[in-house]
């Protein structure tokens, strides 16, 4: 399973936006998203299965976009009207293991590095 790579983290203000990118070289199967700010345990962000669902947690699902270009290899994260506690390192992680829970870290197999998001006040 190839390590999938983010990009695009940031500092913005709240209210703003930004759009991670995640990199999973010819790999499109689910994707999920998670994020750890410091001091936290690591949360499940979003996920994308290999058709078109998603699913979020409930405190961003009016905020957050999740969408995948296969032809690219590319899941996105699109981060709209940003809060100060979105303030996180965000993963991607790919490489589904059974039994698969999507809000759970352990049923991944391959996470990337990471990429920070500061959200300002």
């Known amino acids: 399973q190839v390590q999938p790579v983010e990009s695009g983290g940031g500092s913005v203000q709240a209210g703003g936006s930004l759009r991670l990118s995640c990199v999973t070289s010819?790999?499109?199967?689910?994707v999920g998203w998670f994020r750890q700010a410091p001091g936290k345990e690591r949360e499940a962000v979003a996920v994308a299965y290999a058709g078109s669902t998603s699913l979020y947690i409930d405190s961003v699902k009016d905020r957050f976009a999740i969408s995948r270009d296969n032809a690219k290899n590319t899941v996105y994260l699109q981060m709209n009207n940003l809060k100060p506690e979105d303030t996180a390192m965000y993963y991607c992680?790919?490489?589904?293991?059974?039994?698969?829970?999507?809000?759970?870290?352990?049923?991944?197999?391959?996470w990337g590095q990471g990429t920070q998001v500061t959200v300002s006040s």
């Open positions: 992680a790919s490489g589904p293991r059974a039994p698969f829970r999507w809000a759970s870290a352990s049923s991944y197999n391959s």
């Open positions: 010819g790999y499109t199967g689910v």
